[in-house]
Every structure is written in C-alpha cells, then in structure tokens.
C-alpha cells in the first residue's frame, strides 16, 4: 500500500547529541513537511518541501534542519536536542500545495536524556 | 494570522448515539479550505473530511458530516452513530494563505 514511512517510530537521544529522523513516501507527492507536535498540543509546523524548494517556517529553530535527497524521503536533523525538544515529529506529504488533503505517517517520539 | 480554535478539551458519547465538535476559524482569504483530521491514540492522523470554502454544500463522509457557516466562521463536525473506533482527539484545521493551522484538538470518548 502506498503511505508514509516514519523511522524509527521511537528515538532516545543524549542532551545536545545530534539526531536524525527519516521519513519516506511512495505516494510521489511533490510536498513533504515535518511537523513537531507536543502533548496534548496541535501540530506545529517546522518547514515543508516543494519539490526541491526548501520553505522554512519563521518560528523554527535554527537547531532544526532538514534535507530531501529525492521525492521519496526527507529528513530532519536536531543539531544540538535540547530537553524542550523531547516531542512527537510527524511527516506528512501532499499532492500539489497545502489545500489537499496531508497524509501523515506514524510520527516519532523523540526523548531526551 | 489565521487562527483555529477547539472550545472543548474532551467530549464524550455513547456508541450509536451522536456527538458534534465545534470549530470556528479566523481568516482574511477568501479562498480557503478546512478540514477535520482524526488521531487515535499512538497511531496516525487521518483525514476524516474536507470541504472547500466556495462550495456551500456541506460535506459528508459516511457517518461524519459538517456544518460550515461561512458568515459565522464556524466548520462543525457531527459523528453519527458513534463506535468505538471513533475515539480518538479531533483536530480542526484551515488551509489558507500558503499554510495549513490547526485547531488544539477535541478529544471523543465513545462509552460502550
């Protein structure tokens, strides 16, 4: 089945210790974005992709990046995790711009020791 | 800015019976789309509805449906003949201006 893969679907990490989260798509949509979402909160945002173009949203810390070597996966790297930074990160993709419908994948509890 | 917002943290109902959540929005785009999307406990958000902003017609999906009220900014969800499946937190979301702002979030009990 076509869908959006987020691996692990858990990941522990070390205070400031670099981490990197994937995230990958047969769906062939030309949009991915990462999202950080937090208990019991909404998801917040972090930067998309179109196709290559890299769009980052004005609030995201410059901690966080991400990068797309193809249409198939994208990923984002925490340079520096700090305890705030413990949270569920979701991937979703779309079809074209924002006003289709997401698909998102499991996501990816990230704690921090 | 846009702006969604979820007046109530949880709701609960009894399997079969009916609940509604309640979005209103805040938006200068004329165009724009708003959608419900459903996340159950440690798995993945879905779509449950979408209905676009030019269209007067509500949408519906099965047992889902909404009540948009353009003039009130206001984008309802009704579950009809809730199951258990159906629990889950409910987001709320608009699509204008280039990004997508969701809602707190609602979330449904369903009572056996």
């Known amino acids: 089945d076509a869908m959006v893969i987020q691996n692990p679907r858990y990941q522990v990490t070390q205070f400031g210790k670099p981490v990197t989260l994937s995230c990958s798509q047969t769906?062939?949509?030309?949009?991915m974005y990462w999202y950080q979402q937090k208990s019991s909160q909404a998801p917040k945002l972090l930067f998309h992709?179109?196709?290559?173009?890299?769009?980052n949203e004005a609030d995201t810390p410059d901690n966080f990046q991400s990068r797309r070597p193809n249409t198939s996966f994208c990923f984002l790297d925490i340079r520096s995790p700090g305890l705030g930074d413990a949270a569920m990160y979701l991937c979703?993709?779309?079809?074209?711009?924002?006003?289709?419908?997401?698909?998102f994948g499991d996501g990816t509890r990230l704690s921090i020791l | 800015a846009q702006t969604v917002t979820q007046s109530q943290p949880e709701m609960s109902v009894q399997e079969a019976e009916t609940v509604t959540l309640s979005c209103t929005y805040d938006t200068s785009e004329s165009d724009y789309y708003l959608f419900w999307y459903k996340q159950p406990p440690s798995r993945q958000m879905i779509l449950v509805i979408r209905q676009e902003a030019y269209k007067q017609q509500n949408a519906t999906e099965n047992r889902f449906s909404v009540n948009f009220q353009k003039a009130a900014k206001s984008f309802s969800l009704k579950i009809s003949d809730s199951q258990l499946g159906d629990a889950a937190m409910y987001f709320c979301?608009?699509?204008?201006?280039?990004?997508?702002?969701f809602g707190k979030g609602n979330q449904v009990v369903v009572i056996p």
């Open positions: 769906l062939n949509h030309n949009v």
């Open positions: 992709y179109y196709d290559k173009d890299f769009n």
């Open positions: 979301a608009l699509w204008g201006n280039n990004r997508l702002a």
């Open positions: 979703a993709t779309s079809r074209g711009s924002g006003e289709q419908p997401q698909h």
